[in-house]
Nanobody, 117 residues
Framework: QVQLVESGGGLVQPGGSLRLSCAAS????????MRWYRQAPGKERELVAG????????NYADSVKGRFTISRDNTKNTVYLQMNSLKPEDTAVYYC??????????WGQGTQVTVSS
């Protein structure tokens, strides 16, 4: 079965950096676009970044452009989110996402990112 396991979250000061990882299994990872979403308290879940199956095409939310970078290693079945210049408003639970036709969305358990001094 599909499994997505996020890691790398934590507490960081404003201006700091974190790298999130999402280890995937149970499907042909290299065939699918992958995405990162986040959900802050009291807010709806929002798309942060996406990356094509081979990694050549990426997209970002306007709020993170120039600060976050999504990447993937298809030999390790892992997708990453490098987050630099973090702001308090980046505080949220970050989720790895796979969408497959017919089956729909799959989500990891999420990893908490807190940006605070």
């Amino acid at each position: 079965q599909v499994q997505l396991v996020e890691s790398g979250g934590g507490l960081v000061q404003p201006g700091g950096s974190l790298r999130l990882s999402c280890a995937a299994s149970g499907f042909t990872f290299s065939s699918y676009r992958m995405r990162w979403y986040r959900q802050a308290p009291g807010k709806e879940r929002e798309l942060v970044a996406g990356i094509s199956s081979a990694g050549g095409n990426t997209n970002y939310a306007d709020s993170v452009k120039g600060r976050f970078t999504i990447s993937r290693d298809n030999t390790k079945n892992t997708v990453y989110l490098q987050m630099n210049s973090l702001k308090p408003e980046d505080t949220a639970v970050y989720y790895c996402n796979l969408w497959r036709a017919v089956y729909g969305d799959y989500w990891g358990q999420g990893t908490q990112v807190t940006v605070s001094s």
